[in-house]
T-cell receptor, first 116, second 112 residues
Framework: DVKVTQSSRYLVKRTGEKVFLECVQDMDHENMFWYRQDPGLGLRLIYFSYDVKMKEKGDIPEGYSVSREKKERFSLILESASTNQTSMYLC???????????????FGEGSRLTVL | ELKVEQNPLFLSMQEGKNYTIYCNYSTTSDRLYWYRQDPGKSLESLFVLLSNGAVKQEGRLMASLDTKARLSTLHITAAVHDLSATYFCAPISSGSARQLTFGSGTQLTVLP
């Protein structure tokens, strides 16, 4: 079974703090994704990566950055956390599908971040 | 920009009843996924629909895709409590950066 592991299930941070969310997958997937999940809004794509050291912006990249130094690891960074970044963050990975980066997504269990 | 609308957003149904969740999307898409999320858990892939008229079934759930109408449905037959979860549809966008766009989700509660 594919396993996508997110390092922290729950975090509480203060406004202005730097936040790192880590994600590791064990299925040798090329592609990794960070989503944000908010009630009534579904999942929104923050960033994705299709190769080591490669990254692409998603729909809501503002206030976030990412790092992919190894194939299995994809980190989401909030340089200066703000209260409107309080949310559930979901990491996912996939093989490509045909010519697309995005195939079937396999998700981690999520990191619930509260920014005070 | 691809927009996805699911309805209903909340659904309470009695065990043994049938119901359908609808997923409308605004622009052409040639691939659509349905996911399930249990409370406090991650999303799990249920179905992928790859062509117009595609139908997939597993247990009490059946998903279909009409690409001309830009509509997918998730039909629940003889609901049981274990089906209580939030269901998301996610068509893939067209254009150069093809990504999944998720609906808001349908929170299903099956009552005894």
């Amino acid at each position: 079974d594919v396993k996508v592991t997110q390092s922290s299930r729950y975090l509480v941070k203060r406004t202005g703090e730097k936040v790192f969310l880590e994600c590791v997958q064990d299925m040798d997937h090329e592609n990794m994704f960070w989503y944000r999940q908010d009630p009534g809004l579904g999942l929104r794509l923050i960033y994705f990566s299709y190769d080591v050291k490669m990254k692409e912006k998603g729909d809501i990249p503002e206030g976030y950055s990412v790092s992919r130094e190894k194939k299995e690891r994809f980190s989401l960074i909030l340089e200066s956390a703000s209260t409107n970044q309080t949310s559930m963050y979901l990491c996912a990975s996939s093989f490509p599908h045909g010519g697309d980066y995005t195939g079937e997504l396999f998700f981690g269990e999520g990191s619930r971040l509260t920014v005070l | 920009e691809l927009k996805v609308e699911q309805n209903p957003l909340f659904l309470s149904m009695q065990e043994g009843k049938n119901y359908t969740i609808y997923c409308n999307y605004s622009t052409t898409s040639d691939r659509l996924y349905w996911y399930r999320q249990d409370p406090g858990k991650s999303l799990e892939s249920l179905f992928v629909l790859l062509s117009n008229g595609a139908v997939k079934q597993e247990g009490r759930l059946m998903a279909s895709l009409d690409t001309k109408a830009r509509l997918s449905t998730l039909h629940i037959t003889a609901a049981v409590h274990d089906l209580s979860a939030t269901y998301f549809c996610a068509p893939i966008s067209s254009g150069s950066a093809r990504q999944l766009t998720f609906g808001s989700g349908t929170q299903l509660t099956v009552l005894p």
